[in-house]
């Protein structure tokens, strides 16, 4: 199995790991991406910031953030390394 | 450290590992895809179904596929993972 697809189950871990804290185990709260945020990225984020962050994820705006809406926010992530 | 930005990094490195084989290092040609593709996915695509997954991530047009246009294909891979 390639480097890629390794990390992409890296990816798909990472987001088990945290959306499986509390309530629905496929979706991630404000409270759990929070807690990606400050352990994934390593940033104390103000809880403002991690709203807006948030709402910039949450597309379809119901109360969580999807999988899809996840993957977003990680290849984002992957183009700040350009 | 999180793991997430380590799988940054992998498929960061991946991207360079290919895209710094033959012509610009900044982008993948074709046959550059081509290997990566069987080497990372670990399947033998035919060089028509190259051929319509470079047309596919060759959002501008030109003739090679740029880091931004490898993260679509990356966020996309992640997606099948669902």
Not at 40 to 63: A, M, P, R, T, Y
């Amino acid at each position: 199995m390639g480097e890629l697809i390794a990390a992409m189950g890296i990816i798909r871990k990472v987001f088990d790991k945290y959306a499986g804290e509390e309530g629905d185990k496929e979706t991630l709260t404000k409270k759990e991406l929070s807690k990606l945020l400050r352990e994934q990225i390593g940033e104390e984020f103000s809880s403002k910031e991690v709203d807006e962050f948030f709402k910039g994820l949450n597309q379809d705006g119901d109360s969580v953030i999807s999988y899809q809406e996840y993957v977003v926010f990680v290849a984002t992530l992957a183009l700040m390394l350009e």
